[in-house]
């Protein structure tokens, strides 16, 4: 089977067809913008940021007012850290707190189970999920993007609008997201939805998953930004505009089939442009 | 098959799998850069304003009027809370039950309403005990006639009930209460006050040991007052209360938060108006329950 004839079957069209007699009487060094992230994409990514900062603000209030300070992170006895230090609870002005932190968390909540509602349809509508979820592949690329992105390998696997370690994290917030509201509800109303209840586990664990799973989102939150920080200025204007900034070459690849016969014959060790993410 | 041939259609599939994935980005509308700083800017002073009504937003909910010691629209969110749970509860929900040999022994924490002047717990004797009787008062504000403890404790069905004790702090406990129904024993002294909405528990000011120095309340729902798991119990863990537990009698329900459950009952008031109680004035949610 010729590789060629595979690629036009998947496409059905060359690739390069709209752009090409346009970027040919164009500057392909001419710096352009190109269409990155949808106008609901970036409404909901930035509802969702204040939000989820209240909601974890005021569920630390909460969890201050059990003064036995159940989690900590450790082996038996022998404690690392424990949640949460006083100088947390002090700077975050979260001590003797609970009622304002319940009114908080018990009003908030509705924002970021309505926002990620929205979020789950518009990913299901637009068929959007297909970006967000590796497929088998992707999972196995997932490391290789961490080692490019700790230096320790020169090439970065395929990707297409998010790379695979990317992909794993974001689909691994959405799971953390939803079983913290699933945990939320169960611990809020353990009668009226005692089925949820019984399915999390019981009361203790639900309740400890709604931490555990907190904090997991705080580690996405701390990589989260220490990766925006190194992706620079034009991603996350990307963010905010909608559009990323990069020459019009950059703009409107030409996959290059020979390129890709190659690529895929070489697996995927083959050097590739830099992708911003 | 050759191996070849093998190699070759994985490589033609891997080349498939990476044009998909470029569709994915290589679709976006390209515009030039006079166009983009228009949008640019446009979206920097939106983002700007979103940010600043956030914010501003905050700060009006924090700086509002407090309703019983929470910004008043907190309070209203609350309630709206509580109705929407009230419209979704199924008749005949129980909240599940323990074996008793799953108890756990339970901390005293509050000690609101049995504590005298010098923070020390008020003891009710044995004779307090025999002639103790929970007053009370009909919509209106009629007097009725009182139920004694001994009432309580020897005319109705005796259940022996074990659940999972929730404080709003955080922390449970599974407990076993010893006690008769609530229903039963209102069903006989206030069978006229059952249609009304609410009940307010409270705990007697002055006792033959001293006074109460702190008044302690709690406002419940009827239809939860009426519910099989509410029990007015004398007995925890196999044993009589103590007075850090709420003896002689106190009200006990897997369907609210320990800070309902009200201990040492010394009057009952009925009402059709939203009530208020001792944690509810200081901020937290009238409802509590599950």
Known sequence: MAVS????????????????DDVGLMDPD?????????????????VNFPVLMIMIWSGMRIYWADLRDPYAIGIADWQVF????????????????LAKGLAFHLTFGWFFVINGALYG?????????RYLVPDVQGVRDAGKTVLHDLHLRKTRPPQGKYNPAQQLTYSAVLAISTLLVLTGFAIYKPVQLSFLLTILG???????????MTIALLVFFGIHLIQVARSGWRNFASMITGYFTQTRREASPEPDVSELVAVGNRSDDAEREEVTS | MTDREQLDERAAELVDREIRLRQQTDAGEIIDLADYKKRSRRAFLSFGALGAAGILGFRWVQNRPEDESIPDVLRAALDRNESLWTALERDGARARTFSISDREDIRINGRHGLENSSRELIQVEADEAATWEISLTGVGGATLDP???????????????????????????????????????????????????????????????GS??????????????????????????GDELTAGHGSPIRIVTPLKYGIKQLKRIGSIEFTDDRPTDYWTERGYDLHAGF
Not at chain 1, 30 to 46: D, F, G, N, Q
Not at chain 2, 170 to 190: E, F, M, P, Q
Not at chain 2, 215 to 234: C, G, K, R, V
């Open chain 1, 82 to 97: 424990e949640f949460w230090p006083d100088s947390v609870n002090s700077a975050l002005v979260l001590e003797r707190r």
């Open chain 1, 30 to 46: 001419e710096v352009v913008a190109k269409k990155k992230h949808p106008l609901a994409l970036r409404w909901m990514h930035w």
């Open chain 1, 121 to 129: 349809l518009w990913l299901l509508r637009k068929g959007r999920w």
């Open chain 1, 5 to 20: 004839t595979t690629v036009d079957q998947a496409d059905g069209s060359d690739p390069g067809e709209v752009m090409t």
């Open chain 1, 202 to 212: 019981g009361y203790d664990f639900a309740r400890f998953l709604h931490f555990s």
């Open chain 2, 212 to 237: 109460v120095r702190r008044d302690y309340s709690s406002a419940i729902e009827n239809y939860t007052m009426m519910h099989p798991q509410t029990l007015f119990a004398w007995a925890l863990n």
């Open chain 2, 147 to 209: 139920i004694p403890l001994s009432s309580i404790r020897s005319d109705f069905e005796v259940h022996d009930m074990v659940w999972e004790h929730k404080c709003i702090e955080g922390w449970s406990n599974i407990v076993h209460w010893t006690g008769v129904r609530v229903s039963d024993v209102l069903d006989r002294y206030a069978p006229g006050e059952m249609g009304a909405a609410w009940s307010v528990l409270r705990t007697p000011p002055e006792t033959d040991n």
